[in-house]
């Protein structure tokens, strides 16, 4: 890189973080005992308590809810992703894949899937799957299971998860939050939201 | 913050040289070790400063490898290579990373990832890597381009107030990124910089017991695995910036030619240390290769899987190769998948895992009876598996016994 062709790229990288930062996130409330749809799809849950849903999506299947701040306690809900697609958007289709669901993935998989696509999306080595059973969600039979990583910011996160194949199609909720106060602390409340969740049509 | 030292100081790694060696004289042996070196000047002290506060936060990492034993033999490994009066003046970190890599700051911390340590092959090969960083470390390579690219700093300041506004943690990744590309700007090595690291590398190879010509293979290596990488991604070139730093430079086929000439022909019958290699990673290489299978590089995971077989078959390469067809899942893969699970079982019958994939894969492409008894036999070898519960709904709701 010459020179001149680095301070180019710099001032562009430069350019997008200011208007990143500049543009105001227009989060939205998501008042307690309401019906709210998630990640555009039929998933619909009533929060037991006020959350924050955050603007950013992670991908076109895919919704973060927060209570105190992205990174600290995020449900991201999974909103029937379709065969031969992955759970969030790729950064790069053709130099960096991500796994992809597929009409073949068992519910058993499914933890694999997540697991796949975090190594692969964050580049880490950090990640072990700590359980899985069967558990309702949705009202079916689906998966329930926990997991830990860490993050390339050095922090160790635990998450949990509950998942379920309907007509090929897998949806999903995950609660990821620093193991260090915050995920003991919204965990009661992922759950409480978690079970409220339904399949309208 | 320590992430873009990190990156910073990986510049100091693997950075190409765009030059080929037009003499074919081995290197020279490494010159007296001048001792114990203290910074000197303002840019110095602060250079060594913060890498002192990076190395506090790096031996907490979760991700540092806290195996005694195995860091011990790597920095044996570097010892053979550069001698141990050297030697003494570094501390190496293992950091459990898939990529192929290895850095050194100016205070003699020395980071080495899981993704180098799965890819070579014997001592002489990772002396090779460290050696060359090393080299970079004993010239003070960081401190020169630091004084000359210090206006990139002035940079970094501005980004950071910027990124700080922003909510989103999405954006302080970004900034994180920009860290990466200003310290890697001003952290490039000049061509005789490379030059002067690969010499004294090799020196050092050509002074030990050591066999030198190991290092143009671990290049040779690595530009196959890029190609393999690119050839099932469908791209038409091979990335070589897959590893930070490569980006711009490409020319690891020169490297691996001119590094064959530095090397002393007499060094040729030396021992390489491949089984003491293969002896100390024994333990860690099945998790590496797990670490490779699942950042999702197929053709790369294949080429080293592979690579690794060349010494014959055995039950966790077959279990591995397993892993990365059925992870990518096309019905093809499926097949080939519980052929290579079926390899698995029958070298090493009590391999719980590879029984848990084949029966995946068997009931993935509708041999549903077959897969199921292969669950249950994972289940009897491996009753208290986190999956477990799981298993058991599975064998269940293909008409098992449960």
Known sequence: MTMFGGRALMLGALCLAAMSAGAAHANAYREKGKV????????????????????????????????????????????????????????????????????????????????????????????????????????????????????QDDLPRKGEARAVLIDKKLYMVTFDAPRLHYFDKALPDFRALASTAKLSK | MKRALTAACGALALVSPAWAATTAKPAPPPPPYAGVYQPKGVDEIGLWQEADEQERALANSPLVIRDEALTAYVKNVLCAAVGADRCNATRIYILREPTFNATMVPNGTMRVYSGLLLRVRSEAELAAILGHEFGHFEKRHGLQDFKAGRTASDLLAWGQVLASMSTSYNVRRSFNDLQLSVYGSFFRFNRNQEREADLVGIGYLNASSLRPQAAARVWQNLVAEFQASAVSRGLKKPRFNAIAFTATHPPEEERAAYLGELAAPEGDARDEGAERYKGALAKWLPVFLDDQIKINDFGASEYLINRLAEDGWTAPLWQARGELFRARGAPRDLVHAADFYAKAVALEPDLAEAHRGLGLSLIKTGKASEGRAALERYLKLKPDASDAPMIGMTIGSVGGTQ
């Not at chain 1, 919704?63 to 909103?79: A, I, P, S």
């Open chain 1, 36 to 151: 709210a749809e998630v990640a555009d799809s039929a998933m619909t849950v009533t929060p037991p308590r006020d959350w924050n849903r955050l603007s950013a999506k992670p991908g076109k299947y895919a919704e973060v809810w927060t209570l105190d701040g992205e990174q600290l306690n995020d449900v991201t809900f999974y909103g029937g992703v379709e065969p031969g697609k992955p759970l969030v958007k790729e950064r790069d289709k053709k130099r960096d894949p991500l796994p992809k669901f597929t009409a073949s993935t068992l519910l058993i998989e499914v933890p694999e899937l997540l697991e796949g696509t975090y190594r692969a999306e964050k580049q880490i080595g950090g990640f072990t799957l700590t359980g899985s059973k069967p558990a309702q969600f949705l009202g079916r039979e689906g998966v329930n299971f926990t997991y830990e990583y860490t993050d």
